[in-house]
C-alpha cells in the first residue's frame, strides 16, 4: 500500500475510504507511465461554469453602463442640460468619473483578495465578493439624482469584482484536472464578452423607454448574476490545493479524485498529492515567507514580473480602444445607430472567443499568444494608416471603402484578440505561480490589468483628439513587444500539473524549446521520502532561492 505524508508530517497510509469513486465504476484508461487518465467529469465542467458567472458579472458591469449615457432618463437625472442642444450632456469629468470608478474599485479589489483567499478559503472568498456586487447594485440602483452615489455604486461593484477576477482564476487553477484546466480558466474570458453581449441586447431592447426603466431593468439583471454565484458557489468543493495547505488532506484527496473521475488511490491522484506535500514541506523548510518576497525572492520574481507584463499587455493590446472608435467606424457605412454597432461588435468577440476555447486547448499557450500578437499588430498598422490617411475626417460617408476596410480590420482585430490574448492571458498568470505565492502574486498580476485598463479608459479621449488613429500605432507597437517577450520568456504549461510548471521555471527550462520538456528527465527515487530529501538538496540554504543543478546535469 502506498504511504503518504500529511501536512504535520509523518507517514500514514494514501489509501482513503468513504463516498468516494472507485474504480470498477470508472472508465479509466492507462498511459505509458502507468498513470490513470484524467476523465472529464460533469463536476469539474459544473465548477468552471459555476464559478465562471464572476466573469459574467465583469462583462456586464462593462456593458451596461456604456449604453446609459445615450438614455433620456439616466441623462435627465445625472446629467447637465444643454439649452442649445435640448439634451442632456455629461461632460469628460463626470462621464470618466462614473465608467472609471468601477476599474479603480478592482484595482484595490483584486489587492485585497489574495490575502482573503489564503485566510477564508477561496470559495468562501468568492461568495463574499457576490454579496459585495450585490450591496454595490443595490447602492447604483437607488440613485435617484446624485450622480455620485450612482458613480459610489460602482466602485463598491467594482471592489467585488477585482476580486473575483484573482480569486476564480486562481480556484479553477488549483481544482481542475489538468487536461481541462486551460480551457476552463479560459472560459472566464468567454463569460467576460457573454455578460458585455447580455448587456447590450438589454440595453438595445430597453434604451428607447423615456422613464428609469430603460437603465434600472438592465442594473437590476445584475441582481440575478451575483445571485446564482453566490447560492451555486456552496455547491462546488473547495480548492484541493487549499484544503491540503491547512491540514485536511483526505479530502484533498477526494476532491481530487472526484474532479478527475478516478479512484481515490488511483496512481494519478497518489502522484497529485505527493506533489503537492513535497511542494509544501520545501516550502516549510525555509523561511516564513513574505508577500513582499514576490519581487525579492529569485525562484518568483521573474515569473511576478512576467505576470505583471501580461496582465497589463491584455491592455496594452488595445481592443478597448477598437471599441471606444467603434461607432465613428461604422459610421462611413451609414449605420449610425450605436447601440446596434455594439451589438455587431459583441457578437463578433462572443463568437470568437468561443473558438479561442479550442485554440486553447489544442494549440497550447505561447503560440497562440505569439500569433495572436503579430496577428494584432499587423490589424493596428492596417487600422492607423488607412484611419489617419484614407478616410475622410469631416464626412466620413464620402470614402466609403475605406470605411469598409476599417471595419473588417476591427472584426479581425476582435478575432485575434478573442482567440488568443484575451482567454489565455487569464489561464497562465493563473498557472505559473507557486502554491505558496500564489494568492498575492495573482493579485498583484492582476492590479496592473485593472490599473492600465484605468489610464487607458481615462487617457484615451484626450489621446485619439491630438493623434486619431496614429494611436493605434502605440497599441501596434505594444502588441510587437509583447509577442517577443512571450518567445523568449513563457514557458509551454499545456497539460501539466501546476508543480510541474513550478519545477520548469525553477529548473531554468529553455522557454524556446520547453514544449518538449519531459518529466522523466527529473532524477527518481524508490520512496517519496528519498524524493523528499531529494527536493531539498536542490535547495541553496539562501532565503527561498533555488538551484537545480542536479536536474539539470541529471
Not at 355 to 383: D, E, P, Q
Request: glycine share 10%; net charge neutral; with cysteine.
Amino acid at each position: 500500500m502506498p504511504t503518504t505524508n500529511s501536512p504535520k508530517g509523518g507517514n500514514r497510509p494514501a489509501q482513503v475510504t468513504g463516498d468516494t469513486p472507485m474504480a470498477s465504476s470508472l472508465d479509466v484508461s492507462v498511459e505509458n507511465n502507468g498513470m490513470e487518465r484524467e476523465n472529464v467529469r460533469p463536476v469539474a465542467i459544473a465548477l468552471g461554469g459555476i464559478s465562471d458567472i464572476g466573469g459574467l458579472i465583469l462583462g456586464y458591469a462593462i456593458g451596461d453602463v456604456s449604453g446609459y449615457f445615450s438614455m433620456l432618463d439616466f441623462g435627465r437625472r445625472f446629467g447637465v442640460y444643454n439649452a442649445t442642444t435640448g439634451e442632456y450632456d455629461f461632460d469628460q469629468s463626470r462621464q470618466g468619473t462614473i465608467v472609471g470608478l468601477m476599474p479603480i474599485g478592482c484595482l484595490v479589489g483584486s489587492l485585497v483578495a489574495g490575502n482573503m483567499a489564503d485566510t477564508l478559503g477561496r470559495r468562501y472568498t468568492i461568495a463574499v465578493a457576490a454579496m459585495f456586487c450585490i450591496i454595490g447594485k443595490v447602492i447604483e440602483i437607488s440613485s435617484s439624482s446624485s450622480w455620485v452615489q450612482f458613480a459610489m455604486g460602482r466602485l463598491v461593484s467594482g471592489v467585488a469584482i477585482g476580486a473575483l477576477s484573482v480569486v476564480v482564476p486562481m480556484y479553477q487553477s488549483e481544482s481542475s484536472p489538468a487536461r481541462i484546466r486551460g480551457l476552463l480558466i479560459s472560459t472566464y474570458q468567454f463569460f467576460i464578452t457573454m455578460g458585455i453581449l447580455i448587456a447590450e441586447l438589454v440595453n438595445f431592447g430597453t434604451h428607447h423607454m423615456t422613464t428609469s426603466a430603460s437603465w434600472r431593468i438592465t442594473n437590476g439583471l445584475s441582481f440575478l448574476w451575483s445571485l446564482l454565484l453566490l447560492v451555486g458557489i456552496f455547491f462546488l468543493p473547495e480548492s484541493p490545493r487549499f484544503m491540503y495547505r491547512k491540514g485536511r488532506e483526505d479530502e484533498a484527496r477526494r476532491t481530487i479524485a472526484r474532479l478527475a473521475g478516478l479512484d481515490v488511490n488511483s496512481n494519478t491522484v497518489t502522484q497529485q498529492i505527493n506533489d503537492i506535500r513535497v511542494k509544501l514541506e520545501e516550502e516549510r523548510a525555509g523561511a516564513e515567507t513574505r508577500w513582499y518576497q514576490i519581487f525579492t525572492d529569485s525562484g518568483i520574481r521573474s515569473r511576478m514580473i512576467l505576470g505583471i507584463v501580461l496582465q497589463a499587455g491584455q491592455q496594452l493590446t488595445g481592443a478597448n480602444f477598437f471599441f471606444y472608435y467603434g461607432t465613428t467606424i461604422f459610421k462611413a457605412t451609414g449605420l449610425t445607430d450605436s447601440y446596434l454597432t455594439q451589438l455587431i461588435l459583441g457578437s463578433v468577440n462572443v463568437a470568437c472567443t468561443f473558438g479561442g476555447l479550442y485554440v486553447v486547448k489544442k494549440c497550447g499557450r505561447r503560440n497562440s499568444l505569439i500569433v495572436g500578437a503579430l496577428w494584432m499588430t499587423a490589424c493596428f498598422l492596417v487600422y492607423s494608416f488607412v484611419g489617419h490617411f484614407a478616410l475622410d475626417a469631416e464626412d466620413p460617408a464620402r470614402t466609403p471603402a475605406a470605411g469598409n476596410v476599417l471595419i473588417a480590420v476591427s472584426c479581425l482585430f476582435i478575432a485575434a484578440f478573442a482567440t488568443t490574448w484575451g482567454p489565455l492571458v487569464w489561464a497562465v498568470v493563473a498557472e505559473f505561480y507557486p502554491a505558496k505565492y500564489r494568492a498575492p502574486a495573482m493579485a498583484v498580476a492582476t492590479a496592473s490589468n485593472w490599473f492600465f485598463n484605468f489610464l487607458l479608459s481615462f487617457f484615451t479621449p484626450f489621446i485619439t483628439a491630438e493623434i486619431g488613429y496614429l494611436y493605434g500605432l502605440v497599441f501596434g507597437g505594444c502588441c510587437f513587444v509583447l509577442a517577443i517577450i512571450v518567445f523568449f520568456f513563457l514557458i509551454e504549461s499545456k497539460d501539466r500539473t501546476l508543480e510541474q510548471i513550478d519545477t520548469m521555471y525553477l529548473m531554468g527550462v529553455n522557454p524556446i524549446t520547453s514544449s518538449k520538456w519531459d518529466e522523466k528527465s527529473l532524477p527518481t527515487s524508490s520512496s517519496s521520502e528519498d524524493h523528499t530529501s531529494r527536493e531539498f538538496n536542490l535547495r541553496d540554504g539562501q532565503g527561498d532561492g533555488h538551484r537545480f543543478d542536479e536536474i539539470k546535469s541529471a
